[in-house]
Structure formats: C-alpha cells, structure tokens
C-alpha cells in the first residue's frame, strides 16, 4: 500500500483541469455548492469550507497554504472524494478551535489529508451522530500523509465518554497513515491518541504523549478493537492508559516505552527521550537516541513528515537505515556519535 502511495497525490492531482487554492483564512460556505468555483458567501472569496465543498462536489483537488485556519462554524464534511494538501505540518494548521472536531469521513467519504496540522479538535456529534474522534472521525477511507494530529480531545466534562481523543477508526473505516505525528491528545474513553475499530495501517509515525481517563490500561497512545499494523512506528510516553491496549500486529521496526504493544522484548520499554514539539509540529530525536536507525529500509519513506532525506546514517557506523518515527534524525558533521546496535 506504500509504493502506492508515494504517486498518490499526482496521480490524483494529474486528473484534475482545476485546483482549488483557498485563498482566505475566514470560515465561510460555498455559495453554490456544484457550480465549479470557489465562491464563499458572503465574502466570495475561496475559503477553506469553500472550497472542501465544492472540492467534492466536482472532484478537484485543493491546496491550503500556510496559515491558521479556524473552524469556527463546525467541523468540516467528507461525504464524496478529497484530495487536501497543506504547505507542511505547523504551517497550515487547521483548527478546531475546541468547538467541533476538524474532519468527520462518512462511509461515503474518501480522503487524502496531507501536510497539514489538525490542531485543538473536539468530538461533537457528527456522522452517525457519533462522538468520538477528537481530530478526526474517519468511517469511510482515509489517507493521511506527512501531518501531525495534536492538542484534540474527548471532552468528559460534558459528560462524553467516546473514545479516540486524536483520530478515531470507525468499524467501517480504512485508514493508512504515513509520516504521521500523533501529540498530546486525551480522551476519556479508550484511545487517547487512536481508536481503531477498523482497519488501520500505520507506517513510519510517532505516538507520543497522549493520554486516556479511562483506566490504567485504555490506550494513552492506541486503543484498538478492530485490525491494525505498525511498521517503523515509534509509541512512547502515553500515560493515564498505558501506550496501547488490544492486539497491534508488528510488521517490524517499531519501539515502544512500556511492554503493553506486545513488541519483542528488545524494542519494548525502550527509554525513549522527545524533544519538544518543534515548528514543524513534530517532536524530534536526538543524539543517541534508540530510534536512530532501528527501522526497517523496506518501505521506509523517501522523506521524513518535514521534508527530510530518508534513510539517513544517523549513528555514523556507516550504513544508512530509516529510523524509527515520523523524524529522521541528521547528524551534524562534527558530532560523534556511537554505533547503536540493534
């Protein structure tokens, strides 16, 4: 599925006479949903609502350039086919404003999301009048690219007790996530980072600092029930709940800081020490890191979420190997830096 999707995106772009490039940060409708332009009401300028509207109402792709776009009239619909493309997580960020959540995917819906942030989401009730899915609420295809999910939440003060404070899976969703990074989303439920349902595959992406209210062992980072796959993923330091909770298959390559993954016991509680969250809304590794270079090349992305190289030799033992996460780690020419074995 990953050699596929590395042309994705210009397959699907190729296909378009049009793109949609929103060109305002005002949360406005279409004004004619269908006709073929981008027109808010009652600004008529080409909005993000705008134009995630008549994108799928006439199959064209849209572009979002950087910025912070608010949500402020509600979660955006998927319903029809969505190709979305930012200029790069932390530069278009898209905001829930924690009022609604950013992206609800029905059955019918199909999207690919890449290089953006969905920031500050919470689950009101959507498709199917579900309330679950901080950030995003996925129950049809869902391809999410290079982005970062964080700061999206489950709100238990009114009484919601959903799961899946960053994204949620639904039983009748396919969601693949590449170059992911999913950050400090909570839940009351289970999943304080995932929910998954579904079926979900998860490649080359980085789980951190999430947290479930629920119980010792919800999930802070992954609460699944349906089918997932991890490769070259990296769980690390999900509290209130434990990393992951149910059954993840190991495709390989991944690390974990407690044992609940169910990973061998050479990539299981892995003291594994983040950077804060940079300005590309990732959270880095460093300098001896036990991520550096303990991924699988098979299917390793050419490119980390930013931009960078893939594989790099970050340990300097002369081989290059993609490392474990969203981020893949340079090192600077001066440094010397022990050979990590695996």
């Known amino acids: 599925m990953v050699c596929g999707l590395a042309i994705l995106p210009q397959t699907v772009l190729s296909q378009e006479r049009q793109i949609f490039t929103v060109n305002s940060i005002l949360d406005e409708p279409d004004g004619n949903i269908g006709d073929g332009n981008c027109i808010s009401n009652p600004s008529r300028l080409c909005t993000l609502r705008a134009a995630v509207q008549e994108g799928q109402a006439v199959n064209r792709a849209v572009t979002v350039p950087a910025g912070l776009y608010e949500l402020s009239q509600g979660h955006l619909d998927i319903t029809k086919n969505l190709t979305l493309t930012g200029a790069g997580s932390g530069k278009t960020k898209i905001d829930g404003m924690l009022k609604s959540r950013v992206f609800d995917i029905a059955d019918t819906g199909f999207a690919y999301i890449g290089k953006v942030t969905v920031q500050w989401g919470n689950a009101t009730p959507g498709f199917a009048s579900h309330s679950h899915g901080g950030g995003i609420h996925n129950h049809g295809t869902l391809i999410l690219v290079d982005s970062t999910v964080r700061a999206s939440s489950i709100n238990w003060r009114y009484g919601n007790v959903w799961g899946g404070g960053g994204l949620t899976n639904a039983s009748t969703g396919k969601a693949t996530l590449v170059n992911v990074t999913i950050v400090g989303n909570s839940t009351s439920g289970a999943g304080g980072g995932i929910e998954n ?36 993923t990296l769980v690390a330091n999900n509290y209130e709940g434990d990393n992951c909770d149910g059954t993840i298959v190991d495709l390989g390559g ?25 300005d590309n809304d990732m959270l880095p590794i460093y300098a001896e890191s036990p991520a550096i270079d303990r991924g699988i090349d098979d299917q390793c ?8 190289t893939r594989p790099l030799d970050g340990n300097r033992d002369g081989v290059a190997t993609c490392d474990v996460g969203a981020y893949e780690y340079l090192a600077p020419l001066s440094e010397g830096v022990d050979t990590i074995t695996n």
């Open 301 to 308: 992305q050419s490119t980390d979420q930013r931009g960078m």
């Open 197 to 232: 349902l579904g079926t979900m595959d998860v490649y080359n992406s980085t789980i951190a600092n999430n947290q479930s209210f629920r119980s010792a062992t919800s999930g802070g980072g992954i609460a699944n029930t349906g089918t997932i796959q991890l490769k070259n």
């Open 254 to 278: 991944n690390l974990s800081s407690d044992a609940t993954c169910g990973f061998p016991t050479s990539r299981s509680n892995v003291e594994i020490v983040l950077g804060g969250r940079d």
